[in-house]
């Protein structure tokens, strides 16, 4: 059963992908349209950030009631209802309101299917999943790109996107009794140490979870992670184009090669997960990371060498993200895992809304050419957190 739902499970992470980067490609056109400042997209994506955080912790105590097909199928089917609501908005209040339930749907997905992956299928998967990710956050943008470009209105993407999405939560409910069959199926093979049952396992206040060992540590380090990986997509135009002069098509094109970085860098970690493991995997990604820092740290870098930097920081960051939500189980358990990994993707969105704009205040008030100490900075306290947790789980 856990093969049928694999194509499934692909393609609810296309669909995860979709939106998240079309509001950035849709901003210039919708802010003129409602006469609001540019800045108001950091308040619609706030909000979102919020929604996703909220719905993170709260995965576990869902998934316990309405077990992982029930919450895939109904946060799809809220996305899609609040991706049609976006499409229907002629107002900046109403877009925010639309917010609320597409930041609430995305955060539960995201951790019940994750903690799925990473409990039922290899690491291969888990990058292959997150690199179809990677095809969604790429198509979307592309779409509305196209749209505009035909005429026709921003609300038409945001329409399109939405129906793809409900298309996708019909195709999920139909499939739920493929889920209760897997779940039945491993019922019958289920050690008693192994994952706890239905009837006995309840999920725990968040302060209890935090306590265990090695909880903090991976929360600071899934933090410090996303926050790189967002502060990289989000200042890398400004910190070219302002410190070494490229002009804005050239440093926008550098840009997208950091995300294309991270899209490639995940389909070939899926074929080095067959030989390598996830902590030797994360690792390789940090040595690449700090590699393409330092690039970026010498004066007298050339446009092909800056080129190469932002392209090594992505395929850096390609493992990353996917390996520590797979290696979760393994270092504090299956019991744990579902509870964990929903308190590692709170940590994950707090990281991407707080510490990009963190860096433009350090970049306003002192300097942009702070930015590769910031990712160093970043990427060593992520490094140290993650051997502390390697090395808490393995004593505890």
């Known amino acids: 059963m856990l093969s049928f739902l694999l194509p499934i499970i692909y393609l609810a992470f296309i669909s995860l992908g979709l939106p998240d980067s079309v509001l950035g490609s849709a901003w210039p056109t919708i802010y003129p349209e409602f006469g609001v400042p540019v800045s108001y997209a950091g308040i619609v994506s706030a909000i979102i950030a919020v929604g996703t955080v909220i719905s993170s912790l709260l995965s576990a105590r869902l998934i316990s009631v309405l077990k992982t097909g029930g919450v895939t199928a109904i946060s799809v089917a809220m996305t899609a209802a609040a991706l049609f609501g976006f499409s229907l908005c002629h107002s900046f209040w109403a877009l925010c309101l639309w917010a609320i339930p597409y930041g609430l749907g995305a955060g539960s997905v995201d951790a019940a299917l994750n903690n799925y992956v990473a409990i039922h299928y290899k690491s291969h998967h888990m990058s292959w999943l997150h690199c179809m990710w990677g095809v969604g956050a790429t198509a979307g943008p592309y779409l509305m790109g196209r749209i505009l470009t ?3 209105p921003w609300n038409m993407g945001y329409r399109m996107i939405s ?3 409900m298309a996708l939560a019909i195709v999920l409910l139909v499939v739920i009794p493929l889920w209760k069959a897997a779940d039945d199926e ?3 093979g289920r050690e008693e140490e192994d994952v706890p049952s239905d009837e006995n396992w309840k999920p725990r206040p968040l302060k209890e979870i935090i306590r265990l060992p090695g909880v903090k ?3 600071v380090a899934f933090f410090c992670y996303c926050g790189l ?3 990289t997509g989000l200042w890398t135009g400004s910190y070219l184009t302002l410190h070494t002069g490229l002009t804005n098509d050239a440093a926008a094109t550098f840009t997208s090669l950091a995300f294309l970085g991270i899209t490639i860098g995940r389909a070939l970690n899926g074929f080095l997960a067959f030989r390598y493991n996830d902590d030797q995997l994360i ?3 940090e040595s690449i990371i700090a590699f393409g820092v330092a690039m970026l740290l010498v004066p007298t870098g050339t446009e092909w060498f800056q080129l190469t930097a932002i392209m090594l920081i992505g395929l850096g960051c390609a493992p990353i993200y996917p390996c520590i939500i797979h290696s979760t189980p393994g270092h ?6 579902q509870e964990i990994i929903g308190v590692q993707m709170a940590s994950a969105y707090v990281g991407t809304t707080v510490l990009p704009p963190l860096f433009g205040l350090i970049a306003q008030h002192i300097s942009i050419r702070l930015w590769p100490v910031y990712l160093a900075a970043l990427l060593i306290l992520m490094f140290f957190m993650y051997e502390r947790v390697r090395y808490k789980t393995v004593k505890s």
Do not use: P, V
């Not at 504090?332 to 895992?337: A, L, M, T």
């Open 283 to 285: 690792h390789l990604g």
């Open 332 to 337: 504090f358990g299956k019991r744990e895992s």
């Open 150 to 152: 035909m005429g026709l």
């Open 217 to 219: 540590e991976i929360m």
């Open 186 to 188: 491993r019922e019958e």
């Open 229 to 231: 990986e967002s502060t």
């Open 163 to 165: 129906f793809f999405q």
